[in-house]
């Protein structure tokens, strides 16, 4: 069985532009969740979906948003980069969410200059 | 607010020794997460559980719901158990998962 890939890797970015990752689950789980990672915040929630719907969403500004596409595929977008959202971002994906096992993707490395 | 607590934030131990990490969290959950981390990011998890006690191999990890407190220990540590350990935990409810600071491990042969 196929393990969450996400794509890129890696990614160099310049203040002001946006970015869109990509997160593709494991075949037959329907939630899919996104963290970032940084030195000195360590992992954060940032949303969560299910069947296509955010059901949570953690503390980051508007210029994070995410989607979940019918195949179970999910994208996030950042809009306006800033320094400070330099990080790895995690894609998690698992049957129904944070009560059943969670799968983790490699991460893409977003450098923002 | 949840809050997830972790400790020793750092750990260095000789190979065979036996290594435990601890994890309490403030609120009422459904069921908490050990993760594992090596260099590079990738995380991988390594148990959920909700009640009592799970053993994968030299991987045992323990919670007690009613002190809202989980343990994890490894037996005969090896040198490829370096890494960072991370407990986390949705509140009940809620997907939202809250991380612990995580535990960084050092083995040394």
């Known amino acids: 069985k196929a393990g969450v890939t996400q794509t890129p890797r890696y990614l160099i970015k310049t203040r002001g532009q946006q970015v869109t990752l990509s997160c593709s689950p494991i075949?037959?789980?329907?939630?899919v969740s996104w963290y970032q990672q940084t030195p000195g915040q360590g992992l954060q929630f940032l949303f969560e979906?299910?069947?296509?719907?955010?059901?949570n969403k953690g503390n980051f500004p508007g210029r994070f948003s995410g989607r979940q596409f019918s195949n179970s595929r999910s994208e996030m977008n950042v809009s306006t980069l800033e320094l400070g959202d330099s990080a790895l971002y995690l894609c998690?994906?698992?049957?129904?969410?944070?009560?059943?096992?969670?799968?983790f993707g490699n991460g893409t490395r977003l450098t923002v200059t | 607010k949840n809050e997830v607590e972790q400790s020793p934030q750092n750990l260095t131990a000789q190979e065979g020794e036996f290594i435990t990490i601890n994890c309490s969290y403030s609120v009422g959950i459904s069921a908490l997460h050990w993760l594992q981390q090596h260099p590079g990011g990738g995380i991988v998890s390594l148990f959920m559980?909700?009640?009592g006690k799970k053993k994968h191999g030299r991987l045992i990890a323990t919670i007690n719901i009613q002190e809202k407190h989980s343990s994890l220990h490894i037996t005969a540590s090896h040198p490829r158990d370096s890494a960072v350990y991370i407990c986390?935990?949705?509140?009940?409810?809620?997907?939202?998962?809250?991380f612990g600071t995580g535990t960084r491990l050092t083995i040394i042969p």
């Open positions: 075949s037959g789980h329907r939630s």
């Open positions: 979906y299910f069947s296509e719907t955010q059901r």
């Open positions: 986390a935990v949705p509140p009940f409810g809620n997907e939202k998962l809250t």
């Open positions: 998690a994906s698992s049957v129904t969410g944070g009560n059943s096992p969670l799968h």
């Open positions: 559980l909700s009640s």
